[in-house]
């Protein structure tokens, strides 16, 4: 065969390759902010044991209490807090640092003025701080400019910069609201229905999700 013929045939075969492959898109870019699925090292460790240091009865929640939500009564020590808040940070902001959900069934925010939004790994709020004090300060004159300009874009994913989205003051916050809901608001409640009247994804109504935490403990719980 002539080389040139030979170089038709091969554009050919190419070209024949080619036309028969499928259009298939690249991946989307998935941002992930967050641990990975029972990495204890990703930092959260660190900052459960600042938090337990602070409220040390925490660590030693009865079993009877915590039974329902995991059965096999384990130690509330510092490995079942971080995985416990990883398995929360799920279900509630897909561990998304900067995550913001507008409550439609709640009034406006006495801080901000406006409709309450749940913001951060955790979901909180800045009207937090009326509720549970400094632990929960999230400095809303700083936020303040930048809140509002996120809010009326109605974006999902606030500015970084705002304190709010801070993992170590939602920490500071979520741990604080621990506290209160199981020892001073509810000192005979289960734990999951004391931590439930916070965080929704807590309630055992809502079946999806509350399973969805519960998983997140295999392990530990079960």
Same mark, same amino acid.
């Given at each position: 065969?002539?080389?040139?013929?030979?170089?038709?045939?091969?554009?050919?075969?190419?070209?024949?390759?080619?036309?028969?492959?499928?259009?298939? &898109?690249?991946?989307?870019?998935?941002?992930?902010?967050?641990?990975?699925?029972?990495?204890?090292?990703?930092?959260?460790?660190?900052?459960?044991?600042?938090?337990?240091?602070?409220?040390?009865?925490?660590?030693?929640?009865?079993?009877?209490?915590?039974? @329902?939500?995991? &059965? $096999?009564?384990? $130690?509330?020590?510092?490995?079942?807090?971080?995985?416990?808040?990883?398995?929360?940070?799920?279900?509630?902001?897909?561990?998304?640092?900067?995550?913001?959900?507008?409550?439609?069934?709640?009034?406006? *925010?006495?801080?901000?003025?406006?409709?309450?939004?749940?913001?951060?790994?955790?979901?909180?709020?800045?009207? *937090?701080?009326?509720?549970?004090?400094?632990?929960?300060?999230? *400095?809303?004159?700083?936020?303040?400019?930048?809140?509002?300009?996120?809010? *009326?874009?109605?974006?999902?994913?606030?500015? &970084?910069?705002?304190?709010?989205?801070?993992?170590?003051?939602?920490?500071?916050?979520?741990?604080?609201?621990?506290?209160?809901?199981?020892?001073? @608001?509810?000192?005979?409640?289960?734990?999951?229905?004391?931590?439930?009247?916070?965080?929704?994804?807590?309630?055992?109504?809502?079946?999806?999700?509350?399973?969805?935490?519960?998983?997140?403990?295999?392990?530990?719980?079960?």
């Amino acid at each position: 065969m002539q080389p040139k013929s030979l170089l038709v045939v091969l554009a050919g075969i190419l070209s024949a390759c080619t036309s028969t492959q499928p259009n298939i &898109p690249a991946p989307p870019v998935v941002e992930v902010i967050g641990p990975k699925p029972g990495d204890l090292a990703f930092g959260f460790r660190a900052l459960v044991e600042r938090e337990l240091a602070k409220y040390p009865k925490l660590k030693e929640i009865p079993g009877d209490r915590i039974a @329902y939500f995991c &059965p $096999k009564k384990p $130690k509330t020590d510092v490995e079942f807090w971080t995985r416990f808040m990883e398995a929360l940070c799920r279900p509630e902001s897909n561990c998304r640092a900067t995550m913001t959900y507008i409550e439609g069934t709640m009034d406006k *925010d006495p801080i901000t003025g406006r409709q309450v939004r749940s913001e951060g790994l955790f979901q909180m709020s800045y009207q *937090d701080k009326n509720s549970y004090g400094p632990a929960c300060d999230f *400095d809303w004159p700083h936020d303040r400019e930048m809140a509002l300009s996120d809010f *009326d874009a109605k974006l999902k994913y606030g500015n &970084p910069a705002r304190h709010i989205y801070s993992v170590d003051r939602q920490f500071a916050c979520a741990f604080k609201v621990f506290s209160d809901h199981l020892f001073r @608001y509810s000192p005979k409640a289960d734990f999951d229905q004391a931590i439930g009247s916070y965080w929704y994804v807590m309630k055992r109504k809502h079946r999806e999700e509350f399973e969805s935490v519960q998983s997140g403990m295999k392990g530990i719980c079960q």
